[in-house]
């Protein structure tokens, strides 16, 4: 083990476990907003989807704006800046009362995970750039790891006090920036555009470009329709199957089964990367396996159904949630990777606050089998996007990696 290990950079390693610390602070929160809101704050439920919206929201603003100042700034300032913004809300929840000094704290929340996401990313991708699939899958671990114990202990304070769960997630936030702050000063962790210089040194320029270039757009949509479909495991698959009479316990048995496949699973997905070594297709075989995870839905009436959905399911995400962000990174023209990376978490979060209106829509107005044919003709949409994606980069792209490492299976 520590052979594969070493295969990393002390850097991202430094990296991946900040974002252990700091996706447990953040998890800490998301699963007690409904119960927060309704329970203790006695409000209706419908108060409580508005709640998530405007996260959600505030979310995407933080993305949109975190790519630009990684590349103006650098990492280390705009992750810091992410970082105490959150706490500070995190603290302010624990010290008021209300919906609306509630609801003023979680925009602050919002904006500030939304700052931290893109620069980490980016990031990743600096620190390690022949790594390159390796380094977002590392990342993308590791906040599994962090949603895990997050969602655990978050659980656990919250049944003592709500007050305790809030200060608990500050602390953890504010030892994350503490670790920003003063540990990610390596050269590595140098300013953005000076090691976007000396990273793309050895490769073909690239014309500029921004904003206006298509092929980011049609990758951010194609994972924004992906995240649209997917979140319904988190929304309406959980009311239905309490309809149709599983537990909440057994629901839950189904996000164990989706962290142990992501950690197990990483042979696996090793040995489908070496074989499918370009990202596109990888991405695209995670979409084939998304349709074919919500067919399993269709006409769902065992556990085993949903058991065989979520395996799927979880294969799909371990190849688009990581291969995603290294597709953004290899048509980032120089000195805009935090941009593009912006883009692409701002297409997530997009999906994931519009996924469950969406969702929740079909469910009440359709059955369940109309519910899930939709989602799996989403999935389709964005296939078809993502596949033509690429035909649209500016000239001078990076070129594809031919053996692009992944996260724990392969030395330098």
Known sequence: MSRLWAAYPRALLVLVLSTVVMVTGFSMLWPLVT???HSR???PMSWAGGVLLIQSAANLGGNILGGPLFDRWGGRPAILTGAVAAAAAAFGMAAT???????????????????????IN??????WPEG???AFNAIYVASNVGVAIGSMIGGLLAQVHFWLAFTVTGLLLLLYGIWVAFGLRSPAFGHALAGDRHTEASHTPRQPAGLWQLAPWLLALGLFLDWT????????????????????ARYSLLWTLNGIIILVGQPLVGWVTRRLPRVKQQILLGNILFMLSFAFLVRAGSYAAFVGGMTLSTLGEMLVWPGIPSAADRMAPQGRRGLYQGIVSGAASTGRAVGPLVGGIL????????????MIAIFALGFVVLSVH????????????????LFLQQER
């Open 35 to 37: 119960l927060y809101v």
């Open 41 to 43: 704050l006695g409000l």
């Open 97 to 119: 009362h209300g919906i609306y000094p509630y609801l003023a704290m979680t925009i602050v929340l919002g904006v500030g995970t939304g700052l931290i996401y893109p620069s």
């Open 122 to 127: 980016a990031y990743a991708a600096q620190v």
């Open 132 to 134: 390159r699939r390796a």
């Open 229 to 248: 479909a997917y979140v319904q495991w988190q929304t309406t698959i959980a009311v239905h199957m309490q309809v149709l009479g599983f537990s909440i």
């Open 363 to 374: 469910y009440d107005r359709a059955p369940t089998q109309v519910l899930f044919s939709v």
């Open 390 to 405: 690429d035909r649209f980069e500016a000239p001078g792209r990076k070129p594809p990696s031919p053996a692009e490492p």
